[in-house]
């Protein structure tokens, strides 16, 4: 065989390899695209959004799975609390629809619940207490794990610490971030749904 000869045999082999190899390139990056994606559009709801994903939720297994919420800052205080009138539900109502439909439901605790049970209503202060009869919101809207790691935790004292986490016990709401030890405060809290245990830890930069 002629050297004209084995360059061309090497050059058709060669590009033969680029193209077999562009092929399944092309495959993948079309497979990618036919992963869902929700439009941009600035007019949807946080509940719309919420829709749509259940509508999506038959592309997943049927067991091993859970679904919470993590909502961020809860202050049940201030102006908060004068806004409730006696109904505990007021923070949450528009988005009860959505909270009732989870296993579970987290947030952060901004506020201590006072352990005087008047809280602090109104006002600009900076110091927090939620009255403890606001817990009943929480339970209400499936809350079932809190974290009381942050820099609010001791507005009301140790005691008040304290009275928050016997408070959130007795309503059968798990917390964590905090405890008797820096050993304890750093224990996860598993809270069980789908099958599985989800475990959450608690951490702040500054606890005043």
Known sequence: MNPRTKIAITISL???????????????VGARRSIYRAPAENNKTLSDFYQQAQSLRGNMPAQDTAEFLAVGDIML????????????????????????????????????????????????????????QLIAGLTYNNFQILNLANNHAMDQGLAGLDFTRSLLDQNHILHEGTGDSL???????????????ICFVGASYAST
Do not use: C
């Open 14 to 28: 060669l590009l033969i390899t680029v193209l077999i190899g562009g092929y399944f390139v092309f495959r993948h």
């Open 77 to 132: 205080s201030r102006n908060v609390a004068a806004g409730i009138h006696g109904d505990y539900n007021v923070p949450f109502e528009k988005m009860s629809g959505i909270l009732s439909a989870t296993n579970f439901n987290f947030a952060n605790l901004e506020s201590p619940f006072d352990p005087a049970s008047k809280g602090i209503i109104g006002g600009h202060s900076l110091v927090f207490g939620a009255p403890a």
């Open 183 to 197: 050993e304890q405060a750093w224990q996860p809290a598993a809270v069980a749904a789908g099958g599985m245990k």
